[in-house]
């Protein structure tokens, strides 16, 4: 037994802007029935555009998530106890520095002066 697949009916928003573009493309002697024709391809087109968009989107976050999924891992892993350490830089202090410039310059100073 073979599945019935129901379709939905369009939403007023794409009958509306189908019927916009139908009679905006109108050509003169034009029936109403070649409008209406126009109009139902022009629905068809909306609609299928909107399922590809609805695709796409959801192929974006399949991808989205697996990639989440696997560079989650990773990073735990760089935590963990086998991974190398982060490595410190300490910073040298200059106070120590300046201390050592003046104690020499008072010394060349206090040695230059006493001859």
């Not at 974006?60 to 891992?73: F, M």
């Not at 910073?91 to 104690?103: D, F, M």
């Amino acid at each position: 037994m073979a599945k019935r697949t129901q379709q939905q009916k369009p939403s007023p928003s794409i009958l509306e802007a189908a019927e916009k573009v139908a009679k905006a493309n109108q050509r003169p002697g034009q029936t109403k029935e070649q409008t209406r024709l126009i109009a139902q391809g022009v629905r068809k087109s909306i609609e299928q555009y909107k399922k590809q968009q609805n695709a796409k989107a959801r192929e974006l976050d399949k991808a989205l998530k697996k990639a989440r999924l696997i560079s989650t891992p990773a990073i735990e892993n760089s935590n963990s106890e086998d991974s190398p350490k982060m490595m410190v830089v300490y910073k040298q202090p200059t106070l120590p520095w300046i201390l050592l410039a003046l104690s020499w310059i008072g010394f060349l100073g206090y040695w230059y002066l006493s001859r």
